[in-house]
């Protein structure tokens, strides 16, 4: 299948439900972006933040770019000017960060709280404990240029669909915890980014309201790249 073909019965899928396609485009040279942008495809993902800043200069500026991977606090003047959402929010030093540069540009950025649920070391995100924390520390209402949408978590890397579906479900709960606790009159957090090309059907039944897929869009990726951000594929 097309790319173009793919993204459209993707869409046709996902449009009755509600939910919505990041295409993951890390590693993807910019003429496979284009196909997927004339099908129609507007919301992109990447997880380097030099990797997303080429892009979004060579290519058409009504895309939604996505940062989708681990930020350093000392990376985020390069995509404050322009990223849609930046997803992998793990720390209240980055949104801080975040928060400042925002500022400089005028601008209120979207943001994921990225929640640790996988049973795995190398993964990055908060865990309970600390999500509750960031909430509630006191400097936190004052972060004027940020606007926190919701939380994103990557499953654990496994065969076993049980495994997956447990930690959706985790995902999920705490998400609506979180709403009812700390969002009520905030319409804005309804964003719940869960499921890859491997999960995503787990993740949409257990109430994602946004996909990240990258393989299966586009094809398979180099390995060594992957390998070197995530050490988990
Ligand atoms: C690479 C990546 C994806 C997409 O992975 P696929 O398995 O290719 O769909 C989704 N989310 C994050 C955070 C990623 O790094």
């Known amino acids: 299948m097309s790319i173009a073909t793919t993204i459209e019965s993707v869409q046709t899928e996902l449009k009755p439900i509600g939910v919505t396609l990041v295409a993951v485009s890390k590693t993807k040279p910019v003429d496979i972006i284009l196909e997927a942008y004339a099908a129609g495809q507007r919301i992109f993902g990447e997880n380097m933040v030099q990797e997303l800043v080429e892009k979004h200069e060579a290519?058409?500026?009504?895309?939604?770019?996505?940062?989708?991977?681990?930020l350093q606090t000392n990376k985020v003047k390069y995509i404050a000017p322009f990223v849609s959402m930046i997803q992998s929010v793990d720390s209240l030093k980055l949104l801080k960060e975040i928060n400042k540069h925002a500022l400089k540009h005028n601008r209120v950025i979207d943001c994921l709280l990225q929640v640790y649920i996988a049973d795995e070391d190398s993964k990055f995100g908060l865990d309970h404990a600390e999500l509750i924390e960031l909430l509630r520390d006191d400097s936190f209402g004052e972060l004027q240029h940020v606007r926190i949408r919701g939380l994103m978590g990557i499953a654990t890397n496994t065969e076993n669909e049980k495994v997956i579906r447990a930690e959706f479900y985790e995902l999920k709960s705490l998400f609506d915890g979180i709403k009812t606790s700390f969002f009520r009159k905030d319409a804005t957090f309804d964003t719940l980014s869960m499921g890859m090309s491997s999960d995503y059907q787990l993740a949409i039944e257990n109430g994602s309201t946004m996909i990240r897929l990258g393989s299966t869009l586009f094809g398979k990726r180099v390995i060594k790249h992957f390998k070197l951000n995530h050490g988990n594929n």
Do not use: S, V
């Open 59 to 70: 290519l058409p500026k009504d895309i939604q770019w996505h940062l989708i991977g681990h």
